[in-house]
């Protein structure tokens, strides 16, 4: 069983500061781990992927995620936020063999100026 | 690569009338997923393919819903007859092969009036 739980639907930040997205996970085999960004009026795209190499995982945009095995967590960062981030952010999981990847309810990100 | 392409973006129709959504997979992509997004739900998967055989279509929510993949590069998930509870955003997604991502079209948005 796979299960993805993603803290606060709603983020806001202002422009340039921190951006953190969180994400915990739940698997019972060894997890593929994926953050994916959704524009308005677009379809989900890949910000990055873990998948067993470093758990330290760098993506698009500035954006990247840490795989914490003891936390079960994989959350998403960028050290200055642009207002071309303002999205809905998808944290999924897959376990390994599983063909279905279980997505979270998405966390909208707001940027103010 | 073109990417997952849908068609049509926008489908505007009345209740009781047949809606039929169409997906182009991204070549090679031997799986084909068919999602429906909405604000109370979220992503919801309806139902996915391997090499265009359906292989759980368990998230389909009742049987006006159908779905067929005739072959590898083409996809329909039809509705008959439509409903306004149907109306959403329906993603199509494709994926190669083992630890990759899914690659979403831009999306079908669907009202029936």
């Known amino acids: 069983a796979q299960s993805v739980t993603q803290l606060g639907s709603h983020v806001s930040v202002s422009e340039g500061a921190l951006v953190l997205l969180r994400c915990n996970y739940s698997s019972s085999v060894p997890p593929y781990l994926f953050w994916y960004v959704q524009y308005p009026n677009q379809g989900l795209q890949l910000l990055l992927k873990?998948?067993?190499?470093?758990?330290l995982v760098k993506g698009i945009n500035g954006f990247e995620a840490e795989f914490k095995k003891s936390e079960t967590s994989f959350h998403l960062t960028k050290p200055s936020a642009h207002m071309s981030d303002a999205a809905e952010y998808f944290c999924?999981?897959?376990?390994?063999?599983?063909?279905?990847?279980?997505f979270g309810r998405g966390t909208s990100l707001i940027v103010h100026p | 690569d073109a990417g997952v392409i849908q068609s049509p973006r926008h489908e505007v129709t009345e209740m009781g009338q047949e809606v039929t959504l169409r997906c182009k997979p991204i070549s090679g992509h031997d799986y084909l997923f068919w999602y429906r997004q909405t604000m109370m739900r979220g992503l919801e998967l309806l139902i996915y393919f391997n090499n265009n055989v359906p292989i759980d279509d368990s998230g389909m929510p009742e049987d006006r819903f159908s779905a067929k993949m005739p072959n590898a590069s083409f996809s329909t998930l039809k509705i008959q007859p439509s409903e306004p509870r149907d109306s959403a955003v329906y993603f199509c997604?494709?994926?190669?092969?083992?630890?990759?991502?899914?690659?979403f079209g831009n999306g079908t948005r669907l009202t029936v009036t």
């Open positions: 997604a494709s994926r190669g092969t083992e630890g990759s991502p899914l690659h």
């Open positions: 873990y998948t067993s190499a470093a758990t």
């Open positions: 999924a999981v897959r376990g390994r063999g599983s063909y279905i990847p279980t």
